[in-house]
Structures are given as C-alpha cells and as structure tokens.
C-alpha cells in the first residue's frame, strides 16, 4: 500500500520569508513518480511538479524548489520569498507502477502568507 | 484553465437522491480519473478510465458508479445518497493511463447532501 503523510497541517509565515512543506512517502513500488499540486481558495487543483523515482536532483522553478531525497522516502517543497498569492493548501501525492495512474494524497498543508 | 471542464459547479440534493456528474477531459487526453475530497477522508482515488474502459478503482462505495462515453466525455453517478457524501468531487484527465502522465484536474462539483 501507499501513503504520503505531510505532517504539517498548517504553517503561516510573514511575506518574503522562506518556507519549505514537507512530504514523507510509502511505497513498495521501485518505479514511481511524485507530485505536488496546489489548492488555492477558489477550489481548483493546480498541478506543479512531477519527478519520477530514478532523478533525485532538485528542481528550482522560479521561486519553488523542490528537493527529493529516496533515502529519507522524502519530496519536500519550498517557496523562496513567499508572496501572499501563495496561500493556498499544497498537496504532495504519488503515484507508482501500478494498474493505474492514481493519486494517493497526503493530507495536505495550509500555508497562509500574511502581508 | 486545465481544460478539463466539470459540471454543475454546486450541487445540492437531499437524501436518498441520485445525482450525475459530468466531466470533459482535455482534449486529447484519453483517460480520466474520479477524486472525492472531504474533510474527514481527504482526498481520495475513486475510478479511473481509460479510452473508454475502466482501468482502475479505488475506495468507491458500491452505490457509485461511473463511465466514460466514446467521445471520452465521464459521468460519475453518485445513488441513495447520504450526508456523508457531501464533498467536492473532482475530475482529471491525463494523456493515457500509465507512464504517470500529470493529471489535471478540473474544476470540481461540490456536492450538498441534505
């Protein structure tokens, strides 16, 4: 079975700071990918990043980055100077190699930015 | 926009009501996945098709069901409803339905039982 946890529920920060959310994965698969989506007030899910098990290198897209660590089981996002456009609630999910190509989520977590 | 279009956007409804939701993929995506998001459960993997066929389900409730018609349009038929089906019920559309193409997700409906 898979799980992503993201054990933290909310964060809030001041504008301009640095803020990394974590995710932590389970998955017996040896292929799998990994992905981050974002939930802003409107209600839509907005896809960010896909990586896939075989490239750990870190991934910078603008302000995002992202760092994935397979030892640690670990896809960690931060946002560099974060804007209060950026609240929203961000998901990290995986997918791995089987019948399908379904989602498992985390929990997600509440990241308010406040001017 | 991810071009994946859902609808009604709101959906209120009483109990043990049949309800039908429908979704249009991206054009040229062939494969499309069902989503319930909940306070309680999150969000969590109902179906999935593919080109018509379905390919994969996930915790879907035996009084769900759903299909994808040949112009790859999908309806997701939701029965007997109860209070513990409102949620927001999101559709996603990939290319195909392995090689974890990126999912993307429409708008949602979101479902008031009463």
């Known amino acids: 079975a898979q799980k992503v946890t993201q054990a933290q529920t909310e964060i809030s920060v001041v504008e301009k700071e640095d803020v990394t959310l974590d995710c932590v994965y389970e998955t017996r698969d040896t292929t799998y990918y990994l992905f981050w989506y974002k939930q802003p007030p409107s209600g839509e899910l907005v896809f960010l990043i896909r990586r896939n098990s075989f490239d750990e290198q870190n991934e910078i897209s603008g302000r995002y980055s992202w760092n994935f660590q397979k030892s640690t089981s670990s896809f960690n996002f931060t946002i560099t100077a974060s804007q209060v456009v950026d609240s929203a609630v961000y998901f990290c999910?995986?997918?791995?190699?089987?019948?399908?190509?379904?989602?498992?989520f985390g929990g997600g977590t509440r990241l308010m930015v406040k001017p | 926009d991810s071009g994946v279009t859902q609808t009604p956007k709101h959906l209120i409804t009483a109990t043990g009501q049949r309800v039908t939701l429908r979704c249009s993929p991206r054009?040229?995506?062939?494969?499309v996945y069902w989503y319930q998001q909940s306070l309680d459960q999150g969000l969590q993997f109902l179906i999935q098709y593919y080109n018509g066929e379905e390919r994969a389900k996930g915790n879907i409730l035996e009084r769900f069901s759903a299909q994808q018609f040949p112009d790859l349009h999908s309806e997701l038929n939701l029965s007997s409803l109860e209070l513990g089906d409102s949620a927001l019920y999101f559709c996603?559309?990939?290319?195909?339905?392995?090689?974890?193409?990126?999912?993307?997700f429409g708008p949602g409906t979101r479902l008031t039982v009463l």
């Open positions: 999910a995986l997918s791995g190699n089987n019948a399908g190509n379904m989602l498992t």
């Open positions: 996603a559309s990939s290319l195909s339905g392995r090689d974890y193409n990126e999912q993307f």
């Open positions: 054009s040229g995506d062939l494969s």
